[in-house]
């Protein structure tokens, strides 16, 4: 019974370059979060999303973040043109969808991005 | 602005010192309040959930309630294992019927043998 897989764990990025980050929610889950947390601080809320929609993206920043859940495999964080800045974890959870009985989220282990 | 707020930020206690963590929230339309346990460099992991004023769950040295406007985590007779940061979250339902789940900063807890 997996649980949410994230991958990769660790990730290093050269300033400028593209970050990919990806999520598999737990089976059955149908909707997909993802979080981004600093070290010594709380998890930032970014974007909500369902199979082929984004439901709430009021967390993420207006340019080079972008966050997609195709009908078909993972649930993508994408960073362009990263900066020194973006060096955070970033996690993905997963939760049934609304309406049922059990609605706690589930999260991954997490992508630790270091920007250089 | 919905809020949660933890306190206290951090806490030391002695093997066996009982103590509890407080969440605080301002939220409208709330649906549940969850309960997470987080170990550095890993993710959060699902303790409890909270539906009503009232409530109490309780698992091992845990036992979590919830009021109209808070809830408490009470660590009973705490081990060092139990040394990690506990993070409280509230879901907020939208008015599209959509919910997010909106965390506090948490609490750095360190149980000394």
């Known amino acids: 019974n997996a649980g949410v897989m994230q991958n990769p764990r660790h990730l290093v990025r050269r300033r400028g370059q593209e970050a990919r980050l990806r999520c598999s929610p737990m089976k059955g889950h149908s909707h997909v979060y993802w979080y981004r947390q600093l070290p010594e601080e709380g998890l930032k809320f970014m974007v909500y999303?369902?199979?082929?929609?984004?439901?709430?993206e009021s967390g993420m920043p207006k340019e080079r973040f972008s966050a997609e859940f195709p009908k078909e495999g993972p649930s993508i964080l994408r960073i362009q043109q990263v900066v020194r800045g973006d060096s955070a974890a970033y996690f993905c959870?997963?939760?049934?969808?609304?309406?049922?009985?059990?609605?706690?989220?589930?999260f991954g282990q997490g992508t630790r991005l270091t920007v250089v | 602005e919905d809020q949660v707020t933890q306190s206290p930020e951090a806490l030391r206690l002695q093997e066996g010192e009982s103590s509890s963590l407080n969440c605080s929230y301002t939220?409208?339309?709330?649906?549940?309040l969850f309960w997470y346990r987080q170990d550095p460099g890993k993710g959060p992991e699902f303790l409890f959930t909270l539906y009503s004023a009232g409530e109490e769950k309780e698992k091992e040295r845990l036992k979590a309630t919830l009021t109209k406007k808070e809830s408490f985590l009470h660590i009973t007779a705490p081990k060092p294992e139990d040394s990690a940061t506990y993070l409280c979250a509230v879901q907020e339902v939208g008015t599209s019927g959509t919910y997010k789940y909106i965390f506090g900063t948490g609490t750095r807890l360190k149980v000394l043998a």
């Open positions: 999303l369902q199979k082929e929609n984004i439901i709430d």
């Open positions: 939220v409208s339309g709330l649906r549940g």
């Open positions: 959870a997963s939760s049934p969808p609304p309406g049922s009985s059990n609605t706690e989220a589930f």
